[in-house]
C-alpha cells in the first residue's frame, strides 16, 4: 500500500501547473510543490499576482533600459535557477538577481527567468525595454511567430505578455548565448545557492 510521502511525492511530480493552481490559487505551483515535500518553498518563485499599473513618463526613473535573462536546468527537467541583468542605456549595470527555481524543465525556467526581469525593470522604473534571450523558441513565441503548445509554458507566456503591457514600448531579440554570458552565470549561480533570490 502505497505511503503518504509517495502519494505526496506523485502529486508532486505528475500534477500541472494549471490544476495546481485552480485548487490553490494564492500560491506559485513551484511553492506548493515544495510544500508537498517538505522542503522549504524557494523563495525566489514569483506569486500570481498582477503585475503593477503601467509606467508614465513622469514615474519613469531609469528611461530606457536592456535586459538579459537566462534560464538554467540541470537535468532538464532538473534542478533549476533563473538569472537577469538589467542595463541602462549607457551600458551600465542597474540590477543583476540570481533566483533558484525548484525542479523544472528549461523552457519553464527561461520563462521564469524572463519575468523576474521584466518584475525589476517595472521596480527600476523602465518605460522603454529592449529584451536579449539566447532561447530561440522562447523570443519566436512572445513575438507571436511561434504558438504556444505546451500546457505547461502558456500561463507563463500569458503573464509575460501582462508584464509587458505595462511599458511603453518594448522588443525582444535572439543572441548568442556568449552575449547573455553574465545572465547564464546568474541562473547557474542560482542553483547553486538554492536559497531563493539575490540581488547583486
Same mark, same amino acid.
Given at each position: 500500500?502505497?505511503?503518504? $510521502?509517495?502519494?505526496?511525492?506523485?502529486?508532486?511530480?505528475?500534477?500541472?501547473?494549471? %490544476?495546481?493552481?485552480?485548487?490553490?490559487? $494564492?500560491?506559485?505551483?513551484? %511553492?506548493?510543490?515544495?510544500?508537498?515535500?517538505?522542503?522549504?518553498? =524557494?523563495?525566489?518563485?514569483?506569486?500570481?499576482?498582477?503585475?503593477?499599473?503601467?509606467?508614465?513618463?513622469?514615474?519613469?526613473?531609469?528611461?530606457?533600459?536592456?535586459?538579459?535573462? $537566462? /534560464?538554467?536546468?540541470?537535468?532538464? =527537467?532538473?534542478?533549476? /535557477?533563473?538569472?537577469?541583468?538589467?542595463?541602462?542605456?549607457?551600458?551600465?549595470?542597474?540590477?543583476?538577481?540570481?533566483?533558484?527555481?525548484?525542479?523544472? %524543465?528549461?523552457? !519553464?525556467?527561461?520563462?521564469?527567468?524572463?519575468?523576474?526581469?521584466?518584475?525589476?525593470?517595472?521596480?527600476?522604473g523602465c518605460?522603454?525595454?529592449?529584451?536579449?534571450?539566447?532561447?530561440?523558441?522562447?523570443?519566436?513565441?512572445?513575438?507571436?511567430?511561434?504558438?504556444?503548445?505546451?500546457?505547461?509554458?502558456?500561463?507563463?507566456?500569458?503573464? !509575460?505578455?501582462?508584464?509587458?503591457?505595462?511599458?511603453? %514600448?518594448?522588443?525582444?531579440?535572439? !543572441?548568442?548565448?556568449?552575449?547573455?554570458?553574465?545572465?547564464?552565470?546568474?541562473?547557474?549561480?542560482?542553483?547553486?545557492?538554492r536559497h531563493?533570490?539575490?540581488?547583486?
Amino acid at each position: 500500500m502505497p505511503t503518504r $510521502d509517495h502519494i505526496l511525492r506523485q502529486l508532486a511530480d505528475h500534477v500541472g501547473d494549471d %490544476t495546481l493552481r485552480r485548487i490553490f490559487p $494564492d500560491q506559485h505551483p513551484d %511553492t506548493i510543490r515544495s510544500l508537498l515535500l517538505g522542503r522549504q518553498p =524557494p523563495a525566489g518563485n514569483l506569486a500570481p499576482a498582477a503585475p503593477p499599473a503601467r509606467t508614465t513618463p513622469a514615474d519613469n526613473a531609469a528611461g530606457r533600459c536592456r535586459l538579459f535573462t $537566462d /534560464g538554467a536546468s540541470r537535468g532538464n =527537467p532538473g534542478q533549476a /535557477g533563473a538569472g537577469a541583468v538589467l542595463l541602462d542605456e549607457q551600458g551600465e549595470e542597474l540590477a543583476a538577481r540570481s533566483v533558484y527555481l525548484g525542479a523544472c %524543465t528549461n523552457n !519553464v525556467a527561461e520563462y521564469k527567468a524572463l519575468l523576474v526581469g521584466l518584475e525589476e525593470a517595472q521596480r527600476q522604473g523602465c518605460g522603454q525595454l529592449d529584451i536579449f534571450l539566447d532561447s530561440e523558441l522562447i523570443v519566436r513565441q512572445v513575438q507571436g511567430s511561434y504558438k504556444v503548445k505546451n500546457e505547461t509554458l502558456l500561463p507563463l507566456f500569458r503573464q !509575460v505578455r501582462e508584464w509587458l503591457d505595462r511599458f511603453e %514600448t518594448w522588443s525582444i531579440t535572439h !543572441v548568442p548565448r556568449a552575449q547573455n554570458a553574465r545572465a547564464d552565470q546568474l541562473a547557474n549561480q542560482g542553483i547553486d545557492q538554492r536559497h531563493g533570490a539575490a540581488s547583486l
